[in-house]
Each structure stands twice: as C-alpha cells, then as structure tokens.
C-alpha cells in the first residue's frame, strides 16, 4: 500500500505569463516552508561597502589570459564551429557598443506609459522572459559604469534549446549554448530599433559583452531568484536561458522581487 504524502501549506501563489507568447498564465505556488523574501536575502550595506572597496570587472578584462588559452585546448571540431560563432557573433557585439548613441526614429506618445508596449513586442520576438527595473550601478563593471547613458533597464532571457543541452559535453550542447547568443544578439537590436520608433533612446547590453552583473537585476525584475549554483533560477526553464538588457529613457513602470521558493529550495537540498 502506498503511503500518503501529506499536503504542504502554501504561502503564496506567483502568477506568470506562460512559456512561450500567447501561452495562457501559470500559477506557482510555493509551500510555507520554502517562503523566505521576495528576490533574494542580501544586505544593502554589504553590497554598497563591497562595490566601493572592491567593485567588479568584466570576465574579457580580469580573464583574458584564460580565454586566450581555451582556444588552445579546443578539439578540431570545437574550434571550427567557436570560429564561425565569433564570426556571426562579433558584428552583434560591435553593433550592441554604438546603440547608447543611436537617436530615436519616432515621436513618443505624450504621458503614456511603454511598459506593456515593450513587453508584448519583446514577447512576440521570442523572449521568455521580460521584465523592468532601475540599472544598478553597483554592479556595474569598472570599465563599463560610463557606457551605461540610461537608467531604466529592460531584463530580457532567451530560452536554451533543452534537448540540445542535455547532451552536455557535446558539440550538440555547444550549439543550443553559443547559438542562443547569436540569435538573442540579434533579437536585442530589434527591440532597440522598435523602441526607438516609439520615439525614445535604446541601448543594447550584449550578451556576450555584458555591462555589469546582469543577476541582480533580474531578481530585482521578478524574473528569477540566484540559486545556490550561482546562476538566475526562472520558473520556466532554471538556469537553461541567456541573459541580456536594454537600458532606455523610456518610461517604464518596475517590477517586482518575487519569492518563488528557490532560496530555501537550494538551501534544503545544498545541505540534504
């Protein structure tokens, strides 16, 4: 005879929109003893002593010498396929450094309000997830805390393909990996260009030159809790997406932190 499991308590439920665009919302609901805060447990003193006294650099600046010596350690097939990525990739990232100065192409709507206007368009060019808040400059990195021109900062994640990425270690998984870059370097700029029909100012933080630590602001957004793996966990697809931001002079409303569970999750299991 089977035994029973007993019901948990729930503390609250999350209601976000579905997978894909035009997927009906889902629910989550998360059990009382994973509730923790919305976001993540972390002190603002902490954080603000940490960004002065030891403020954070880009991996292409503090790690150079390592991603100089990947190449050196690349079978014949990796290393065609990284040529050809970077090949694609490159105009991406160059295109994404100029966009800060790029003026808008339309006249904004006196007072209204572009939060779901951007969202939706993000949604139908294929982000999964989307979501507003303030660019925090704390996580700025140091070579990048000028570039930044805008405050208001659109979190955008790209699904990973999931069959692809099962196959790890693989070239299989080195596509759906550097091929979702490719194809969210590209989408960026398309929602910059829409945006700046609207009548304001886009620039595009890369995925694969990014302006600072993008997690926090992702929490900040409500897409997502940091996981004990130190990736942003989203309801949809964990830590199977890839990141990027716009910034825009836009206005926007924010989101919110939300407590998914995923704190308490980890910890249980980081410990069980």
Not at 154 to 182: K, M, N, R, W
Not at 206 to 234: E, K
Not at 237 to 245: D, E, H, P, W
């Amino acid at each position: 005879m089977l035994k029973e499991i007993p019901k948990k308590t729930v503390s609250h439920v999350v209601t976000r929109p579905g997978r894909l665009h035009g997927d009906p919302d889902v629910e989550i609901p998360v059990a009382i003893d994973l509730a923790t805060v919305p976001g993540i447990p972390k002190r603002d003193e902490d954080v603000s002593f940490y960004s002065r006294v030891y403020p954070v650099e880009s991996q292409n600046i503090e790690k150079a010498a390592d991603r100089d010596w990947v190449w050196t350690v690349y079978t014949a097939e990796v290393l065609k396929y990284r040529e050809r990525h970077d090949e694609i990739n490159q105009p991406l990232v160059d295109a994404s450094l100029l966009t800060g100065d790029i003026q808008p192409t339309g006249t904004p709507e006196a007072g209204k309000d572009m939060t779901a206007v951007i969202r939706l368009k993000a949604r139908e060019l294929g982000f999964g997830e989307v979501g507003f808040t303030k660019f925090d400059h704390k996580y700025a990195y140091m070579s990048k805390k000028r570039w930044v021109k805008y405050e208001h900062t659109i979190c955008l994640a790209l699904e990973q393909d999931y069959y692809q990425t099962q196959t790890i270690p693989s070239i299989e998984a080195e596509f759906a990996h550097f091929g979702t870059y490719e194809i969210e370097g590209a989408l960026a700029l398309d929602l910059a260009d829409y945006i700046r029909s609207l009548g304001y100012h886009a620039q595009v933080h890369s995925p694969n030159d990014n302006s600072g630590v993008y997690i926090p602001m992702f929490v900040a957004a409500g897409l997502g809790q940091l996981g004990a793996n130190g990736q942003l966990l989203s309801p949809h697809f964990g830590s199977r997406a890839r990141l990027a931001m716009i910034t825009t002079d836009a206005p926007i409303t924010y989101d919110e932190p939300v407590d998914y569970g995923l704190h308490n999750f980890c910890q249980i299991a980081r410990f069980a």
